[in-house]
């Protein structure tokens, strides 16, 4: 049975740093890519980073460069994905979900199918 869960959201003050986890298993999901997406409230759900199966290639989204970070331990059976979040802002607010798709470019690609989803971890910042 395929599951990401994600873990580590909360509350947290504008400039704050938060780190997000996301466990995969059930499938061999250290030859997949993994990614993280965020939908705020009354928005659509929005591209956040990528990271390709062995870690050597990252994406993130524009306003998250510089202030967010993705990483990866593929040593274990249940693969972990982390989000570092730093400096972070009310307008990061979000529900934030993990992905796993084939290949980073089906995670960045807006639309594409194929991708297993987590259910969401709720990050709040306050002001």
């Known amino acids: 049975q395929v599951q990401l869960v994600e873990s580590g959201g909360g509350l947290v003050q504008a400039g704050g740093s938060l780190r997000l986890s996301c466990a995969a298993s059930?499938?061999?999901?250290?030859?997949?890519?993994m990614g993280w997406f965020r939908q705020a409230p009354g928005k659509e759900r929005e591209f956040v980073a990528a990271?390709?199966?062995?870690?050597?290639?990252?994406?993130?989204a524009d306003s998250m460069k510089g202030r967010f970070t993705i990483s990866r331990d593929n040593a274990k059976n249940t693969i972990t994905v982390y989000l570092q979040m730093n400096r972070l802002k009310p307008e990061d607010t979000a529900v934030y979900s993990c992905?796993?798709?084939?290949?980073?470019?089906?995670?960045?690609?807006?639309?594409?199918?194929?991708?297993?989803w987590g259910q969401g971890t709720q990050v709040t910042v306050s002001s």
């Open positions: 992905a796993a798709a084939a290949s980073i470019a089906m995670i960045v690609t807006p639309g594409a199918m194929g991708l297993y």
């Open positions: 059930g499938r061999t999901f250290s030859n997949y890519a």
């Open positions: 990271i390709n199966w062995s870690g050597g290639r990252t994406d993130f």
